[in-house]
Every structure is written in structure tokens, then in C-alpha cells.
RNA sequence: GGGGAGGUAGCUCAGCUGGUUAGAGCACGGGACUCAUAAUCCCUCGGUCGCGGGUUCGAGCCCCGCCCUCCCUACCA
């Protein structure tokens, strides 16, 4: 385990979408997962990405008069990478689908697929809907009125559909149905969490149909490796960024080292693809199936789901404007229960903002820092007796990190932070119970005052390490004002494994007060 | 129709295989303190655990029925 690579995805996303809160909640999710990763010295390998194919894209690009290349790469650079830096994300690798990588190892994995007769030509005919770039059941079509007088329409969303029959290629989705029922069984966390897994089973127990795989009728996508007339049907050929990015076609070897991903991370709407439809591609190809999907829930905005038609799609740069990134992060990972659905506010970010970050937290750091300033001159002492109260201290940080660092693995961030919470508040109460300001007017020679000083210290470059993953910008600036780079090294290069081992920050040491963590903003934006 | 998840203090949520007076954070009210970003610490207030039955010595957790919300039920990133 310690010499592979800990491999987590997010889905590529659509690129005809504007970017929103949904997007950057999966992605910090993932990035906080990986830099932990990271943090305990592991080799790590983080995704995302774009799905640039498809007819939507096509048409969109029409519409505006562009060649769908000019149209997604101009998408990419304006929209979605800009996006990543707003919400402060260390991805290793972003891929396009409309990369040469992903072309030749798509390919190459359809001309696996089609060697082990996985694939077959057969009729397709059905109402498909452009704008959903979906097939349409019958049940589902309806005769349209008004403006969509005589033609047919889509119950699902209203669009309209056109009669579709083409030869296609199917993959024998059918065939996998047992294997995947046991894959469930032997693997039981491989769709997480349970709500999900049960949906699973409950539709591949009901019986697989093979599955369309291919489109005639346009060009913008990736040919059919022995069939120019036919390009991959977009969901399929998006499912293969997974494998494509890491190698798979292209560089074996580092397939090899980096296959299969540890975590694939997505939104529950398309938990089925990543749990049903990919392994069974994967079976089908002769490569291991990832280890675990991770489903997430919506995000609700008064109750609703957040979507761009309900006009409540926020914009990530919306909320980092006013908050700054390292508080976007903190929020979706702590006041959400990564796994179900949750509530977010513009209120409750704000309030969580000044209760945990301004107050608790950077109060925190500001208060130490402060103290050691006015009675130390901001060179950090040498302890004295560790007593009951610091060794409370120590304890609570120890099982802190212990629970922080097990609910990571459970992919459970807002676990991990309510663990390290309880360092926050632990130390606030033992500034306030042991009061070192006191201690100073009335007792200055003795030594608890140091010792006092160098507990909360400490305490403070836990919280740094810890947090690192979840608010690099605020860890960084702790560290620095802790001065503890000339002694123990980059902030990065911690491990979780040490952390909780007490005295690390070696007396002498010059502490200066930073700017604050997280200002206080006085006049929230509406 | 079938299946999944949920309905717990004003708000957002915890409550594992049923066990004494149902918890947390925030908000509200009171007090303490002054190192700090008027921050911190302590205390109080606050719930018929959707509704109605049942099983049990005992149920928020189990069973039955009902009401409400959301999701899945194949090619919706």
C-alpha cells in the first residue's frame, strides 16, 4: 500500500456548464482528502477535469459560430481552471477529453473491449432529446402544445425529442449482472455510502439491459477505433478519463502503478455510471475495478437542490470573494455531512465564519501569539513541568488526531474537523482557566507562565499541520508566525503520523503576531 | 406501482446492534474575565423525538398503518 499511489478522481465536468458551488464542493472535497493524503507522506495522485464532447457541445458551438475545439478550450481557460485556483485546489492532473491521451487510451480501450467481445453492432431506435442529449423512454414522450405544437416532447424536462434510428454498438451490459452483484457483496464499501449502495443493487438486481454505446449522426467525439462511421457515446467515452489520464493505452507502467483509483468521488445523481456501467466496462476489459465509489448529496439552498435552471446556482468566486478561500473550503467541509444532502446559506456561512473561524480559531492564534509577544518578547520560552491541565491538553490532541486521521479515511471530512475542533476549544479553555495574564501580574518568576505560553504554542502548531489540508492559505500564515520553518521544516512536510508528539517547537523560537486568520467582516454582502 | 433516504430543541444537525432525567453547535438570556479579531470561559432557557397503534420490564431507535419531503426505477456530468 505505501509504495502505490493513492488515486482519487472527481468527474469531469460538462463544460457547456458554468461552474458552481456543486462543482467546487465535490473538488474541495477531494482536495481535502488528498492533501491529508499527502500530509501523512503517501503518494498521492489527485483528478479532475473536463467532458468536452457530445452534441450539446456541438450545437452550442455552432450557435456561437465556433469550431467545438475553439468553443471548449475557450470554456476551459475562462471557465474551469480559473475556478480551481478561486477554491485554492492542488489537483496533480486535469485532463480534456479532447486530449491526444484520452483519444489513443479511449481507443485502445474499446479495441480491448471489441477483442474480447464485449462490443456488438446492433438497431437503436428511440426519441432522443439533443438537449438532454439523452434517449428518451416511450413512457416519457408526450405530445407537444404550444410552441412545441406537433412535435414531441420529453416528460422529463420539456424538451423536444426526434425519432432516432440508427445502428449502433452495444456493450454486453447484460452479462455483468451476477459479477457485479458479487462485486457488491465481496466488496461491501465499494459504493458508499449505504443509501447509494442500496439503489445499486436494487436496479442491477432488477436486471441489465446492454447498452448503446455509440453515435452515428454527428462527428464531435472519438471514432470508433475500427469503425470511422460511429464515435463514442459521450457518458462512455467520459468514464474512460479515469483510466486514459493515469495511462491506461499510452504508458502502461504508469498504469500499471497507479490503477485502479482509490477513490472515485461524485455526485449521487451519477453514483449508477461509477458503479454499475464502469466496472462492468473494466471487468469487460480485463482491468480491476476501482476500490470505492464515493456518492455525495445536493446541496440545498432554501430547501431546494441547488441547480443552475432553479436560478440558485451560486458561484464559487461569489463566496470567496467575501470569505476568501480557506473559509469556502472550512464551510462545505464542516457544516455538511459529506454523503447526504445538507443545507448551505449565505447566513450560515457567515455565521459559522465569525462563531468557528474569526472568533474560535484565528482569536486563538491571535491571543497566543499576543501573550508571548507582551510577556516574552516574542521568543518562545522553555517549558516547565508539564502539570494535569497541559497533560489534558496533550491528551485531547492526541485522540483528536487519531479521530481526525480515521474519519479522513472513512472519507468523512466534516468528521475530521469536528475532531480538530476540539482542539480549538480545548485550548481556548485552558488560556481562560489557567490565565496566564494573571499569572504574570501575580506570579512572574515561576515558571507556568512559560509553560502555559509554550502549551497553547504547540497547540497552535497542530492545529496548523492539521487544518493544512482544509485552509492552506490560513495554516500557512499560522506556521509563519509561529516561526517554525527555520526548526522543523515546511508546513507541507509534516506528517500526521508526528504531529500529536509534544515539544516540537524548540524554545527560542520567534513568534510574531499574525495578521488576523480571518478579519472580521463587518458588513456581510446581501 | 416497486425501491431508497429523511421527518429529533427557533435554525443546522448527532443519536451505534432498544436501557437510567434525549445531545451538540449556533441563536436567545444571565454571569465571569481582559491576553485576544467586543474576542474567550461558565451557566440558564428551550424538544408530545411527523401521527396513530403494537411488541417489550423498557423504544427516538423494533413491528403495523397513515401523513409529509427528497431521490432511484437505464443510457439526465
Known amino acids: 500500500m505505501s509504495d ?3 488515486y482519487v ?32 507522506g503517501e503518494n498521492v495522485w489527485y483528478l479532475t477535469g473536463t467532458d468536452e464532447h457530445g452534441q450539446k457541445v456541438l450545437r452550442k458551438a455552432e450557435e456561437n459560430g465556433v469550431s467545438p475545439q475553439d468553443w471548449v478550450d475557450k470554456l476551459v481557460e475562462d471557465e474551469w481552471r480559473p475556478m480551481l485556483a478561486t477554491i485554492d485546489v492542488a489537483n496533480d492532473d486535469f485532463i480534456r477529453t479532447t486530449e491526444q491521451r484520452h483519444i489513443d487510451g479511449s481507443k485502445a480501450f474499446w479495441t480491448a473491449l471489441y477483442e474480447r467481445d464485449a462490443v456488438y453492432k446492433g438497431n437503436f431506435e428511440g426519441h432522443y432529446s439533443v438537449s438532454a442529449e439523452e434517449f428518451v423512454s416511450e413512457e416519457d414522450v408526450a405530445e407537444g402544445e404550444g410552441d412545441d405544437e406537433g412535435f414531441k416532447v420529453s416528460k422529463l424536462d420539456g424538451s423536444r425529442v426526434e425519432l432516432v434510428a440508427e445502428e449502433n454498438y452495444f456493450f454486453r451490459l447484460s452479462d455483468y449482472q451476477q459479477k457485479l452483484l458479487d462485486l457488491y457483496e465481496s466488496q461491501p464499501d465499494f459504493i458508499q455510502p449505504e443509501s447509494a449502495r442500496n439503489e ?25 477505433p475500427w469503425d470511422d462511421k460511429h464515435v463514442m457515446y459521450v457518458w462512455i467515452e467520459a468514464l474512460l478519463n479515469y483510466a486514459t489520464a493515469v495511462g491506461y493505452g499510452t504508458d502502461p507502467e504508469r498504469f500499471a502503478k497507479v490503477w485502479p483509483a482509490d ?34 448529496g445536493w446541496l440545498l439552498v432554501g430547501g431546494q437542490k441547488m441547480s443552475k435552471s432553479k436560478a440558485n446556482g451560486i458561484r464559487p468566486d461569489e463566496l470567496v470573494d467575501t470569505f476568501g478561500s480557506d473559509a469556502y473550503r472550512y464551510y462545505f467541509a464542516r457544516a455538511l455531512t459529506f454523503g447526504s444532502d445538507g443545507s448551505i446559506s449565505w447566513e450560515d456561512i457567515n455565521a459559522r465564519y465569525h462563531a468557528e473561524l474569526a472568533n474560535g480559531f484565528g482569536n486563538l ?51 475530521a474537523l469536528n475532531a480538530i475542533w476540539r482542539i480549538v476549544d480545548e485550548l481556548n479553555g485552558y488560556l481562560t482557566e489557567q490565565a496566564p495574564w494573571k499569572v504574570a501580574k501575580d506570579d512572574p518568576d515561576s515558571d507556568r507562565l512559560a509553560t502555559i505560553l509554550v502549551t497553547a504554542a504547540e497547540g497552535l502548531r497542530v492545529l496548523a499541520v492539521l487544518l493544512n489540508p482544509v485552509m492552506p492559505m490560513s495554516s500557512a500564515a499560522l506556521w509563519d508566525s509561529l516561526g517554525a520553518e527555520p526548526s ?39
Open 365 to 415: 492564534a491571535s491571543r497566543v501569539a499576543a501573550m508571548i509577544g507582551k510577556y516574552f518578547d516574542g521568543v518562545l520560552p522553555a517549558t516547565g513541568a508539564v502539570t494535569v491541565p497541559e497533560q489534558m491538553v496533550i491528551d485531547v490532541v492526541a485522540k483528536a488526531v487519531a479521530e481526525a486521521d480515521a474519519a479522513i479515511e472513512a472519507i468523512a471530512p466534516h468528521d
Open 200 to 224: 445499486v443493487i436494487s436496479f442491477v438486481s432488477r436486471g441489465l439491459r446492454d447498452l448503446s454505446i455509440s453515435r452515428s449522426t454527428f462527428d464531435w467525439g472519438i471514432e470508433v
Open 263 to 296: 477513490i472515485h468521488l461524485v455526485g449521487k445523481d451519477i453514483a449508477r455510471f461509477h458503479a454499475v456501467i464502469w466496472p462492468a466496462m473494466l471487468m469487460a476489459a480485463g482491468e480491476p475495478v476501482p476500490h470505492r465509489v464515493f456518492a455525495h
Open 4 to 6: 502505490s499511489t493513492f
Open 9 to 40: 478522481t472527481t468527474p469531469i465536468y460538462y463544460v457547456n456548464d458554468a461552474p458552481h458551488i456543486g462543482h467546487g464542493y465535490t473538488t474541495v472535497m477531494g482536495d481535502i482528502i488528498t492533501r491529508w493524503h499527502r500530509q501523512r
Open 488 to 526: 522543523l521544516g515546511a508546513l507541507d512536510a509534516q506528517r500526521i503520523d508526528d504531529v500529536a508528539t509534544w515539544g516540537q517547537l524548540p524554545a527560542g523560537t520567534t513568534i510574531t503576531k499574525p495578521p488576523s486568520l480571518f478579519p472580521r467582516i463587518e458588513a456581510p454582502a446581501e
